[in-house]
């Protein structure tokens, strides 16, 4: 832990900055050229406007940083046991963190952190911070304003897992990025934004999330990865098929299929859909579509699936469908209480 500021002042917001690494914190080194990791000791000299937010701000960093292509289910738990370990100690965190993964961390933290009631504000950059030119100052700055803002009775105007980009902030388990190059990365193609960003930051509190109960926060840390996604395309052979769906230690299957949930319905394809199925394997059914949902009974392909015991994704996005395939395969529920809440919504993840 590094503190940023020497002093705590009473009153004021404090804040925790995780660094877990990605193009936000790196900073051109003028001698090679290349990207190196951000040391925080310096992050005010770097980022001068944080001077001028009343906030007592920390930081905490990875010992090695990580390209977020690297990121994997062990470092969402060194991410949620940081938060927990510091829960009673913030007032918010700020996660910096690499855009390809973003989406994955931001779901897999939203089931992790049951009963969250503080923000978990996730960000990144498509420039370094160091450049001239960056959407990494804004965005961290916007980042701990949300973290900080509180509601007229002190309570947190956030308390979920959310990614802030540029001029939205979405529900974590709600994102997908979207763009490469664009400093508007991240999209929620199925659920509106929480934020919007402009001369003021407009929240749509009839959106926002809350527990419902008074139970403390608990964090899950068994996540079982023996999932994996299965792109339907039109010449899919049955070889191919069937060796996927018996991969070794295989568990559950995110099954990306066409419009509103439809897939091949010729005979062997279906049969071995429900051979799979049949061996307590769980197949969840999301559309590739950016925008839309899975409704198995609209067509004929769609409800063979269904019958042959494939269950509906609704409008669960991909990454949200894959890291609640981990959690609930963490938490060690048959194979029917899996299947059974995969059509519930937990955490806003999903209309159901």
């Known amino acids: 832990m590094r503190p940023t500021t020497d002093v705590k002042t009473e009153g004021c917001p404090h804040l925790l900055i995780i660094y877990t690494g990605g193009t936000i914190g790196m ?147 709600r994102s997908t990025k979207y763009s490469a190059d664009n400093f508007n990365a991240f999209k929620s193609s199925n659920f509106p934004r929480l934020a919007k960003i402009g001369l003021g930051i407009c929240y749509r509190r009839d959106i926002l999330w809350r527990v419902k109960d008074a139970a403390p926060l608990i964090v899950h840390r068994g996540l079982d990865p023996h999932v994996m996604y299965l792109s339907i395309f039109p010449g899919i052979t049955e070889s191919v098929l069937r060796h996927v769906l018996h991969a070794p230690d295989l568990r559950g299957v995110v099954l990306k299929t066409y419009g509103a949930g439809n897939a091949p319905t010729d005979g062997w394809f279906i049969d071995a859909i429900k051979e799979a199925c049949d061996r307590g394997l769980v197949i969840v059914n999301v559309t590739q579509c950016g925008n839309g949902k899975v409704l198995p009974h609209r067509y004929e392909t769609g409800s063979a699936l269904y019958k042959a015991g494939v269950i509906s994704g609704h409008d669960l996005t991909s990454e949200a469908a894959i890291t609640k395939l981990m959690f609930l395969f963490g938490r060690n529920y048959p194979v029917e209480e899996v299947k059974r809440l995969m059509e519930v919504s937990l955490v806003g993840e999903m209309h159901e």
């Open 27 to 173: 900073i051109e080194n003028p001698a090679t050229g290349s990207l190196e990791p951000f040391d925080f000791e310096h992050l005010v000299d770097n980022v001068p406007k944080l001077k001028r937010l009343d906030f007592d701000i920390d930081n905490y960093q990875f010992e090695k940083p990580l390209d977020s292509s690297s990121m994997n289910p062990g470092h969402w738990v060194d991410i949620a046991s940081v938060i927990e370990k510091h829960y009673d100690d913030y007032d918010g965190f700020v996660v910096l963190h690499g855009t390809d993964t973003m989406a994955y961390t931001a779901s897999a933290l939203s089931f992790m952190l049951e009963n969250l009631r503080k923000p978990v504000v996730i960000t990144g950059s498509q420039l370094p911070i160091g450049e001239v030119r960056t959407d990494g100052e804004e965005n961290l700055i916007t980042s701990l304003q949300v973290a900080a803002s509180r509601e007229e009775d002190g309570t947190p105007t956030v308390q979920e897992v959310a990614i802030l980009f540029e001029n939205y902030l979405w529900r974590g388990n």
